[in-house]
C-alpha cells in the first residue's frame, strides 16, 4: 500500500510541476505531429510502388500505418528521456534531496515519475494516432480487438524503460550526451521510420539494444498484421528478458546511486 501511495504522489507531483499549462499540452501534439508528417512526406518523393525496394519489407499500401505506430511507440518511450533528462533539474532545486530523506520506496519515485509523465505527455498524440488511422484507413485498417494487450506491452514497457533512465540520470547533474545519444538513434535504429530487417548487420545488432525495436516488432504484428501472440513468440520472450535486465538493472542501480551521493555529497543535502 505505501508503496502505491508512494508511487501516486510522484505522478501527481509530476502533473503539477510539468503539465500546468495548455500550451504544453498544445506542444506535446504539435511537436509529434510534425515529425510524423515530416518522415511520412521524406518518403513521398521516392518509388513506393510494389516494384520499390522498401516493398521487400513493407507493404507500400501500408506505409502510413507503419510510420505511425512507430511514431506512437517512439513518442512514448522518447517522453520518458525527456522525464528522465527533468531528473537534473529536481537535484538542483534541491527536491531530489527532500524525496530522499522520506521513508519513500526509491522504485516507486521512479515507476511514479515514469507512469505519470508517460500517459500526461503521450494520450493526445495516443488519440490522433487512433483518430488517423480511422479516418485514412477505415475501422477495418487495424486489428480494434489487439489494441488493448498491444497498448498494455507498449504501457509497461515504457514504463521500465522510464524507470531505469531516471536512475541512469541520478548518477550525474549534467547528463545531456545521454539525451542526445537516445533521440536520433532510437528514432532510426528502432524501426521507428524504417523496417528493422532492411538495416545491415551492423544496424541490427544496434537496433537489439532499444527494447522499442521489439514493443513495435510486437504491436505492428498484432493491431496491423493480424497476428496471435504465439507468432510473435520470439520478440516477446526477447522483450520480457529485457524488461527483466532493466528492473534488476533499476534495483541495483538505485542502490548504487543513494550510496554514491552519500559517499560524495553530490547532491545538494547529502
Do not use: C
Not at 126 to 135: G, N, Y
Not at 177 to 197: D, H, K, S, Y
Not at 226 to 236: A, E, I
Amino acid at each position: 500500500m505505501r508503496w502505491i501511495t508512494g508511487m501516486w504522489a510522484e505522478m501527481v507531483k509530476s502533473h503539477q510541476h510539468n503539465f500546468h499549462s495548455k500550451m504544453i499540452y498544445f506542444s506535446l501534439l504539435i511537436w509529434p505531429v510534425l515529425l510524423f508528417l515530416t518522415s511520412y512526406y521524406s518518403l513521398k518523393p521516392f518509388n513506393l510502388e510494389a516494384t520499390s525496394p522498401i516493398a521487400e519489407f513493407v507493404d507500400p499500401d501500408s506505409i502510413m500505418l507503419f510510420l505511425l505506430t512507430g511514431f506512437l511507440g517512439y513518442i512514448f518511450f522518447w517522453s520518458l528521456v525527456q522525464s528522465a533528462w527533468q531528473t537534473s533539474y529536481e537535484r538542483q532545486t534541491g527536491t531530489l534531496e527532500l524525496i530522499f530523506l522520506t521513508p519513500v520506496s526509491r522504485l516507486a519515485f521512479v515507476y511514479g515519475r515514469s507512469a505519470g509523465n508517460l500517459f500526461e505527455a503521450a494520450w493526445l498524440f495516443t488519440v490522433f494516432s487512433v483518430l488517423l488511422l480511422v479516418a485514412l484507413g477505415g475501422p477495418q485498417s487495424i486489428i480494434w480487438s489487439a489494441l488493448p494487450i498491444a497498448f498494455l506491452i507498449l504501457i509497461i514497457s515504457a514504463v521500465v524503460w522510464g524507470g531505469f533512465l531516471n536512475v541512469v540520470f541520478l548518477f550525474s547533474r549534467d547528463a545531456s550526451i545521454l539525451f542526445t545519444i537516445l533521440e536520433e538513434p532510437m528514432q532510426f535504429f528502432a524501426g521507428v521510420r524504417l523496417p528493422v530487417a532492411a538495416f545491415p548487420i551492423w544496424g541490427k545488432v544496434i537496433a537489439v539494444v532499444f527494447p522499442l525495436t521489439f514493443v513495435l516488432d510486437i504491436f505492428r504484428g498484432l493491431v496491423i498484421k493480424g497476428q496471435h501472440l504465439s507468432q510473435l513468440s520470439t520478440s516477446l520472450f526477447i522483450l520480457a528478458g529485457i524488461l527483466i535486465g532493466l528492473i534488476f538493472l533499476t534495483t541495483l542501480l538505485m542502490k548504487l546511486a543513494e550510496k554514491h551521493a552519500k559517499q560524495s555529497g553530490n547532491m545538494v543535502l547529502f
